[in-house]
């Protein structure tokens, strides 16, 4: 939870803090890129490296690294120590979320993964859906008290038990090992699903202040149901994902997601607009918890590697999201959400199955148990 919450706590801030460094709002705008570039790009190589380091050492590390750069974001005199800090909060986060998945992944038998993927993509999604609203309550006072809120659970959560190291494997990972063709095929998806779903809440917040011209807290109201739809239905799709298999989930999570999506940009009601949101919150959470399921139930060796990946692509997509459609829905706001919705549904017979030939759908492995 920390992660998601750490990166989203700036979004209802910027205000107070483009006032404080005396910088323009676009300019606070970026803190939100300050954080999410680092996180991205350290984690194509973070899975390994705490692997190779010892996962839960490298986890309890950066918690601690992340109660320093959070007391820094708390007391940053000048606008450039504050963007330092979110970077360097950014990479702290990069080192937990991967090898959390990884240990999950470790401990808990197949036949239940989904689920309890189900379940941390609950927590996730509350993180990601409260920040905007702590931050904003914290912003009515200080916005430093919640930058000082984070500094004091990342240090509880390193003083938190972790369990122990399980013995490093013969052959160290490698870098390379992480790069497997269902990892890179599965990486693209991601890449894509949160590039034209999750990464539309900006998107989103335009439809309904230019369709129905609501204010900045009904904007806000209407956004939050698409992480509260991920939250309350993360468990049951991870029960889905485990009886009805990673691909169907996938597949249904990208086909509902391209519906959801696209009307969004040609409904004309305001509540139809709300439901269709929070359905992508729930299209979201198959994609996730199928996507996980699918990297995490794989080989061992080289596990958070993989995982880290993925998760690396995954907000690499949301982060590109601004620039590939802002664009468009200028020109057509109809157009806005239909391209992204299109690019879903052509996603579910390319990617999807692209990504069950590599190895690890039935086939593959009747094939493997052949010889």
Known sequence: MLGPFGAGVVSSMLPELAGTFGVSQAAAATSLTAYLLPFAAVMLVSGTL????????????????????AAVAALAPWFWLFQVSRGLQGVANAFTTPLLLTKLASVTPKERL?????????????????????????????????????????AVLTACPLPPDEESPQRRPRLR???????????LLIFVAWACLAGLP??????????????????????TAFG???????RLVGSAADRFGSRTAVCAG????????GAIGVVGSLPLVVVAWAAGGLCSQLILVGVNALVLGGEANGRGGAISVVTALRFLGMSASPAAFTGLYRHDAALGFLVPGALLAAS????????????????ARLRHSRG
């Open 228 to 234: 509260f739809a991920g939250f309350a239905t993360a």
């Open 254 to 261: 990208l086909l509902l997601g391209a519906v959801a999506v």
């Open 348 to 363: 579910a017979p390319l990617l999807a199955h692209r990504i069950f030939r590599t190895g690890t759908g039935p086939r």
């Open 177 to 187: 090992d992480a790069w497997r063709p269902v990892v890179v095929w599965s990486g």
């Open 202 to 223: 900006f998107l989103v917040a335009f439809r309904v202040d230019d369709a129905f011209a609501l204010g900045p807290g009904a904007r806000g109201l209407v956004l």
């Open 50 to 69: 705490g692997e190779r380091w010892g996962p839960m050492r490298t986890i309890r590390f950066a918690y601690a690294g992340y109660v320093v750069v």
């Open 114 to 154: 989904g689920r309890t993927l189900g379940l941390y993509g609950a927590v996730q999604a509350l993180g990601q859906t409260s920040a905007p609203l702590v931050g904003g309550l914290a912003a009515e006072g200080s916005w430093r008290w919640a930058f000082a809120g984070i500094a004091a659970v990342a």
